[in-house]
């Protein structure tokens, strides 16, 4: 599966109501740690497909989203459980502690 992007549109269907757990990367494009995190979100997507959903949103154009969420430093990945909040991570994460991280949510 690839990363899904969402926006401000589409967040409760993809993130709020989906069947799967849901870690959702609140982004921007001018974040230097965001871009170390996307190639191995990339890669977890691929590897955890059809048991974790991967989501981005890029806090610059969804800021409601971001406000909502209390999103004050990115990097931030939130993961959601049938819609509610059940973990947070800031800051960038290598590879081998993000996949813990994921497999602690499945």
């Not at 849901?22 to 191995?40: I, Q, R, S, T």
């Not at 509610?84 to 960038?92: I, P």
Request: overall charge negative.
């Amino acid at each position: 599966m690839t990363i899904i992007h969402v926006t401000d549109t589409n967040f409760k269907g993809e993130v709020l109501e989906s069947a799967l757990p849901v870690l959702v990367d609140f982004w921007a494009p001018w974040c230097g740690p965001c871009k170390m995190v996307a190639p191995v979100l990339d890669e977890l997507a691929k590897e955890f497909d059809g048991k974790i959903k991967i989501c981005k949103i890029n806090i610059d154009d969804h800021d409601r989203i971001a406000s909502q969420y209390g999103i004050m430093s990115i990097p931030t990945l939130i993961f959601f459980r049938q819609g509610q909040v059940v973990d947070q991570l800031v800051g960038a994460l290598d590879k081998a502690e993000l996949k813990r991280n994921i497999e602690e949510h499945l």
